[in-house]
């Protein structure tokens, strides 16, 4: 029972890092309709950035805040710098363009601070002794935090969403871009906040995956994946559904490397597959995606 | 004269433009075979390989509009087959000692991919745009898994892969053995990209190939015309997927060697085919070729920025000391991408098919006799309309003086 607590525990935690990286490719696929190659990249580099600081004697949760205000020029200087010019929004161009973004990202990383594996401090607690009791399942302190700060942004979110007038904005652009300018919204400006937005949260999730996974180039290439499953699992155009999604992926992962021992971790995305086609063959839109309906 | 210059389809000026580009491209091949050095020769093989498996994806994605990033799980399933085949890791009934002439395994390559291809396009009746692409992807990395699993390691040698394969040039080449291996993967892979582009020209032209575009265009409407969907995808679905297979064992050949490992296997191979395709440019038949060329062609050339030691003298003082430039090639062909997709957004091919249209436009053949309208004896042949034929009535059946498409070959 305790190692379930744990693997639970440790499941959700995961869970989160890909539900906040979901939330990113929701925001921007409901400003753009694209999925953003280059969002587990840029959020790399803010992982980086971190570190950078962090070594120079910046306090941690300081440093975070600083890599997030990176991450957001970086992706809103991606929207409107790539993304935006490509000639009527040529959905096959702007897959390259982005690819190019990745690859750029990727090597610039690689040129800016090395191929070597750093380690990154976590914000919350994280020495050996820092896990309280539960049930009998010890459960540490820094698995937790991940879980509550996915719940802060969340409700943060929410308020963002639904509260103020930029996030009605938002709202307004992703149902419909047209009538949204027609009734005085920036349409421009909205989409480069919303990128801007994603690029933020990007870089949280990657400086909460970090202080467990080890700072590396490729920190991001397997987190994206299953955050991209994740989002399409839950619907790409549902906040909700990416949360849903992404904590569903992550306890899949979690119990199929803790208990299915002929599959484990190496087969993973073979049942990544077989969840991913169940969900979708039933629902093509994913769990709480809008249902598109076309007229001929 | 007044320009664009007007072109029947089919005519001999149409013909003559043809044969320029044909023989300007075989004149490039038999300077590269006679005066290129070995790696650059390999690196044009590798090209055409590349330009198979696209053209494999541009029947899918290109023409049919379903976005596919799952080409590399079929180039790494016709590579394995292949490598299974020809060291006789699998028990088949024909070919004695159970090892296969590596001819032969390019046929058993395609009509494996063939049949998974059928399997895969499936969910493709249900899922549109990025969802269908995701799912693609979660399956290149699936057979990746799988081809890597140690439960598997008797059939495809698991994380080690299969090694030592080879396909020497049979002797009616007049090759020599192993010095001229790349001469041979060559002009292999040039024949078998002929093949397969003639064949998929061929497609387009038929019943299929015109569903298939209509199916892109509006799947509705097309299923209202009596299109079936679930031929159409699964059966170009299968096409494409066997089309990737044969580019897959003829690399694995040339390679020599097989795992779950070699890049093209994997997401990026999926993502590097995609590329090449909407760089050359989707639904285009020469689009593969230009595109799988500018890839290979310009990453070497950005790999060559990123070693050419005077480049650390512009950049050195973004790096770390200690660490080398190797980034910077990898970033200079991102940069390249970007600038591509921004300013050639319908892809080489597609963007001078748009700047020679300026000068010199080909239009369809108008029967004679019949003054640019519509001719009964044309329509009477045929007996039942298809839906093309019937829209292309409704265009032109206006006074002839007013249609804007003048009879080819009256324009001054």
Request: with cysteine; net charge neutral; charged share 10%.
């Amino acid at each position: 029972m305790s190692l379930f607590l744990e693997r639970f525990v440790n499941g959700l935690a995961d869970g989160s890092i890909y539900a906040l990286l979901a939330l990113a490719l929701v925001v921007v696929f409901r400003s753009t309709g694209q999925l953003n190659f280059a969002q587990g990249e840029i959020g790399t580099m803010g992982a980086f950035f971190v570190s950078t600081l962090t070594l120079s004697g910046l306090p941690v949760w300081l440093s975070i805040g600083c890599a997030m205000v990176l991450g957001f020029l970086v992706s809103a200087g991606v929207e409107r710098i790539v993304v935006r010019p490509i000639e009527h929004r040529n959905p096959g161009a702007v897959i390259v363009a982005l690819i190019g973004v990745f690859l750029a990202v990727n090597q610039l990383v690689a040129m800016i601070w090395g191929v070597d594996a750093r380690s990154l401090p976590s914000v919350f607690p994280d020495d050996a002794d820092d896990f309280v009791t539960i049930l009998g399942a010890p459960i540490r302190i820094a698995r937790l935090g991940v879980i509550g700060v996915l719940i802060v942004l969340l409700f943060l979110l929410w308020l963002m969403f639904n509260k103020t007038k930029i996030g009605l904005g938002m709202r307004a652009v992703a149902n419909n871009q047209e009538s949204s300018n027609l009734v005085g919204i920036r349409v421009g400006s909205v989409l480069v906040i919303g990128w801007g937005l994603a690029g933020a949260i990007g870089v949280l999730a990657a400086a909460m995956l970090a202080p467990s996974a080890g700072l590396t180039g490729t920190l991001m290439l397997g987190p994206f994946l299953l955050a991209s499953v994740a989002a399409v699992l839950g619907g790409l155009d549902s906040p909700v559904g990416a949360v849903v999604g992404g904590l569903v992926i992550g306890l899949t992962e979690a119990f199929i490397v803790g208990y299915v021992d002929f599959l484990g971790a190496d087969m993973l995305f073979p049942v990544m597959l077989v969840i991913l086609l169940g969900v979708l063959l039933l629902r093509p839109s994913g769990l709480f995606g809008t249902e598109r309906v076309e007229r001929v | 004269m007044e320009l664009p210059i007007r072109v029947a389809k089919g005519s001999w000026q149409n013909w003559l433009g043809r044969l320029v580009l044909f023989g300007g491209v075989g004149l490039f091949m038999f300077r590269a075979v006679n005066e290129w050095s070995r790696s650059g020769l390999g690196l044009l093989a590798d090209a055409l390989i590349i330009a198979i498996a696209v053209t494999g994806l541009n029947l899918i994605t290109g023409y049919t509009g379903q976005l596919s990033l799952g080409h590399a799980a079929f180039f790494a399933i016709g590579a394995f087959t292949s490598a299974m085949l020809v060291t006789g890791k699998v028990w088949t009934p024909f070919f004695t000692d159970n090892i296969w002439t590596p001819g032969w395994t390019f046929v058993a390559a395609a009509v494996v991919c063939f049949l998974i291809g059928m399997v895969v396009g499936v969910p493709a009746l249900r899922l549109k745009g990025i969802y269908l692409a995701l799912v693609t992807l979660v399956f290149t990395e699936a057979v990746r898994a799988a081809l890597k699993y140690e439960e598997f390691e008797g059939v495809t040698g698991g994380a080690t892969g299969i090694k030592g394969l080879s396909y020497l040039p049979p002797s009616w080449t007049g090759l020599d053995g192993r010095a001229d291996l790349v001469t041979w993967f060559f002009w292999l892979s040039l024949a078998i990209l002929v093949v397969v582009s003639v064949l998929s020209a061929g497609l387009l032209r038929s019943r299929i190939g015109r569903a298939m575009v209509a199916v892109r265009d509006n799947e509705t409407a097309a299923a209202v015309m009596g299109v079936n969907l679930f031929t159409t995808k699964t059966l170009v679905f299968g096409l494409s997927g066997a089309i990737a297979g044969v580019a897959g064992s003829l690399y694995a050949l040339k390679l020599t060697l097989v795992d779950a490992d070699v890049p093209l296997f994997g997401l990026f191979g999926s993502v590097t085919l995609l590329v090449a395709l909407v760089v050359g440019g989707a639904a285009q038949n020469w689009g593969p070729f230009v595109g799988a060329m500018f890839y290979v062609f310009v990453n070497d050339f950005a790999r060559s920025v990123g070693e050419d030691p005077s480049n650390s003298v512009l950049f050195g003082w973004l790096v770390d000391e200690g660490t080398k430039l190797n980034g910077l090639g990898g970033v200079t062909f991102g940069v390249m991408l970007i600038l591509f997709a921004r300013f050639v957004p319908f892809g080489a091919v597609g963007t001078m098919r748009m700047w020679r249209s300026k000068a010199v436009l080909v239009v369809p053949r108008v029967p004679l006799g019949s003054g640019g309208g519509p001719s009964e004896d044309v329509l009477g042949e045929s007996g039942a309309m298809s839906a093309e034929q019937a829209a292309t009535n409704i265009d032109s059946a206006e006074p002839p003086g007013s249609s804007d498409e003048d009879p080819p070959g009256l324009a001054t």
